[in-house]
């Protein structure tokens, strides 16, 4: 069974720059998609950004330009560097591991957008 560990929430003002990190074990990390969704309250999941292998990735249209997926396949991590955060990007942040119809997902971490 795979296990997603997030850290690097947080609170910050707007404008300024986080950098969340999510740890994998027990699956075969570099052969996943890995993505971060993120929700905030009263509202659905939603996916932020996907690394597919590393040689695609994909962006929601609302942090295009200011936040980047990476991955390092050797240490079974994955990233999302946030810059320019905005108050609408407070949610709960979520890792995901995706393969086919199988999806391992962390236990979230908070990222809190405010002055």
């Known amino acids: 069974q795979g296990q997603l560990v997030e850290s690097g929430g947080g609170l910050v003002q707007p404008g300024g720059s986080l950098r969340l990190t999510c740890v994998v074990s027990?699956?075969?990390?570099?052969?996943?998609?890995m993505a971060w969704y993120r929700q905030a309250p009263g509202n659905q999941r939603e996916l932020v950004a996907r690394?597919?292998?590393?040689?695609?990735?994909n962006y929601a249209d609302s942090v295009k330009g200011r936040f980047t997926i990476s991955r390092d396949n050797a240490k079974n991590t994955v990233y999302l560097q946030m810059n320019s955060l905005k108050p609408e990007d407070t949610a709960v942040y979520y890792c995901?591991?995706?393969?086919?119809?199988?999806?391992?997902w962390g236990q979230g971490t908070q990222v809190t957008v405010s002055s």
């Open positions: 995901n591991a995706g393969l086919g119809s199988v999806d391992f």
């Open positions: 027990g699956i075969p990390f570099s052969v996943y998609a």
């Open positions: 690394s597919i292998r590393g040689r695609l990735t």
